[in-house]
């Protein structure tokens, strides 16, 4: 089963004359759906700040690691470690299309608002300092995705809303041995200072691997999102370097 809260709607209106909030790569803004199951109810538009002309890949991407996200949480859920589920925000590609509207044709995810919006650790090992509830249980949800993929990813940046019945998460970021999960998956750097700062609490399993542990956290700790920074490769340009001759 997949724990996903989707639009489950077709159309919405977004104002966009205010910002609603900011993250470290998109813009949100707040609206409302006005047809389908959630007709009424408010939803958040995210717009990359990148703007317009790497988008499709950004979209891309951030679906696959929505869709790799789902199935760890899923996985999570099955496990039964909480007598409450975890549920993630599935957004969707939507496009404006107001008539007169500047933004028409553009791209935009469209997902649920959530209410009691807080964040509980970030990619570069920030958490609160003594976390309970539902704070501790996802410091222990970002463990288990470790010790589930065999060592190869970290679930983390792990923010949402509580609900009565449940948590919904958005927007979290995996971090890969591989480093191929976006620009927020800072690799061995980033999951190594996650277990800097981890302290396993009572929804961690003794028997969940870690890797070891050594020396201090290479990347510096803060509670938003860290990116990395890097100039796209241009393979049709001579390198600077060639094998056997000085930098020139
Ligand atoms: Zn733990």
Redesign the pocket.
Known sequence: MAYSRTNNSTRATIDRSELYGSGTFKYVYAGTYTAGARKGQPCVAKEFKSGCVVEDHYFDEEMNICAKSQEIIDEFNEVGIMNQEVYLNTPEIWEYNGRRSPQKGQKVLIEPMIQNFEKFNSNSGWALSEPTGWAAAL??LS?FSYDNSGGQLLLCDLQGGIYNDGFVLTDPVIMSRAQNCGPADLGMDGIMSFFQR????GF?DAS?R?PPVLGKAKIRMHQGTTMQAYLPTRSSRTPLTVPGRRFR
Not at 198 to 201: A, I, L, M, T
């Open positions: 410091q222990s463990h981890h302290r396993c609490n961690c969940w870690k």
